[in-house]
């Protein structure tokens, strides 16, 4: 699990899931986003993340992107699939993850509406017992999560081993994970490029990413900048990606992953096509995409 734990410490891109022009999930897109990814150099791939409408998707199609995941990262990426639901769904899901080959799950917050910090550890700890050879990563949004109720979940369940906090709070999580154990735990920044530099400045070590699967290139420039200390070049990078991100975060991240399939249908990657309750993104803000694409391409020549 150590080595599991280092290995997290890194860009984990949270892929989108590709429809086709009758509205079904397109594997053969999904796929090629995946050899993307891993050949640009990212090595942790999750499917099945909000970014992927993972509450859009049925059971099945969930599966179905696991295994597509998964047969496309190959040995290239570790797979970090997002599990979630009741936990007997997400114990079921984990137990499919590892069968096809993921080496760890992120479970989704719970979205039950009453969720006690007893009951939160042991939501976890019910589906980390289910799958003891996986590493867990839970997704913590709530600021009721403290760091001594992630420290009990370590201390129960071995195979814990990572957390995604997005509490956009940077002064809360360097309190969270030095009270959980920072060295115990991957704890990767769950709000994306625009708050990873705070984050990184006080702990975490690696973040998730929905932008990485338009412009790789830019996301792993942060990521180096950051290891190599240089916060300058990555607070460049800060600025080349702050208004997709804005665009992203706006109306409470309504057009979350709306804008980031705009971005990649005008790539050519995939259709732009998402599900209620996400919607299609109105003509000006398509327009505002290919500007910030046509800025990022002018910045890489």
């Not at 007997?88 to 509406?113: I, K, L, N, T, Y």
């Not at 732009?272 to 109105?282: I, K, N, Y």
Request: charged share 20%; aromatic share 6%.
């Amino acid at each position: 699990m150590q080595s599991l734990i280092e290995m997290l410490n890194d860009v984990a891109a949270v892929t989108v899931t590709p429809f086709d022009a009758g509205g079904a999930v397109d594997l053969g897109a999904n796929a090629g986003l995946v050899r993307r990814l891993v050949g640009a150099g990212v090595k942790v791939i999750t499917p099945n993340g909000n970014t992927g409408e993972f509450y859009a998707l049925t059971p099945d199609e969930r599966r179905r992107v696991l295994e597509s995941t998964a047969a496309a990262a190959g040995d290239g990426a570790i797979v970090l699939a997002g599990v979630g639901l009741d936990a007997f769904s997400a114990a079921e899901a984990a137990r499919h993850a590892r069968d096809h080959g993921a080496r760890a799950v992120m479970v989704h917050q719970p979205v039950h509406p009453y969720v006690a910090a007893e009951g939160w550890v042991d939501y976890h700890r019910q589906i980390a017992e289910a799958v003891p050879e996986l590493g867990v990563v839970p997704y913590v949004r709530s600021p009721r999560i403290t760091g001594e109720d992630v420290a009990r979940l370590g201390e129960a369940c071995p195979n814990v081993v990572g957390v995604k906090y997005a509490v956009p709070d940077p002064v809360r999580f360097a309190s969270v994970a030095r009270d959980a154990g920072l060295e115990r735990f991957a704890w990767l920044c769950g709000l994306a490029e625009p708050y990873t530099p705070a984050y990184w400045a006080v702990g975490a070590r690696g973040f998730t990413s929905g932008l990485v699967t338009a412009a790789p290139e830019l996301t792993l420039r942060m990521r180096d900048a950051l290891r190599a200390g240089d916060f300058a070049a990555a607070m460049r990078v800060w600025e080349l990606i702050r208004r997709f991100e804005e665009l992203r975060g706006a109306d409470s991240s309504a057009d979350n992953v709306a804008v980031v399939k705009e971005a990649l249908a005008q790539l050519g990657l995939c259709l732009r096509d998402v599900r209620p309750p996400s919607r299609a993104l109105p003509a000006a803000v398509r327009e505002e995409v290919a500007a910030i694409l046509a800025t990022w391409q002018e910045g890489a020549a």
